[in-house]
């Protein structure tokens, strides 16, 4: 199970991959920055959530933000995989963002499944 300092940390390092990537993409004409702007709020509100999750009010409040983080990490592999199935950036080089929005998926999701799983149990 991953520890909550180290989700935060991954979703914070993933961020920062991602606003290098936007400041890239950002300097290119068109489409791309367009999608550079989806990819930098879904990209970095996956860490923001998470973040808020470890500060929040109730069992409820936790569970709520780490299912917004969940679906800012599809959102975010979705923008990556668009930008690669439009030839806008090289497979290659998005490979381990790709893989690694997906990782947070799976977290996410198996975070908030326990989560909810854990609060059934204890009403």
């Known amino acids: 199970m991953t520890q909550p ?3 935060k940390e991954r979703t914070f390092q993933f961020s920062i991959r991602i606003v290098r990537l936007c ?3 950002d300097a290119s004409p068109g489409v791309a920055r367009t999608l550079a702007n989806q ?3 879904s990209g970095t509100s996956i ?3 998470v973040e808020e999750a470890h500060g929040g009010q109730s069992k409820a409040d936790f ?3 780490m299912y917004i983080a969940c679906k800012e990490a599809r959102e975010t592999h979705y923008w990556l995989r668009l930008l690669i199935a439009t030839d806008l ?3 290659p080089k998005l490979g381990e963002l790709v893989d690694e929005s997906n990782q947070l ?3 996410l999701t198996s975070i908030v499944k326990n989560a909810r799983k854990k609060r059934s149990n204890e009403q």
């Open 63 to 65: 569970i709520a933000k």
């Open 47 to 49: 860490g923001a959530n």
């Open 39 to 41: 990819l930098l709020r």
């Open 23 to 25: 400041q890239t993409l």
């Open 89 to 91: 950036v090289a497979a």
């Open 105 to 107: 998926v799976a977290i």
């Open 5 to 7: 300092q180290e989700i």
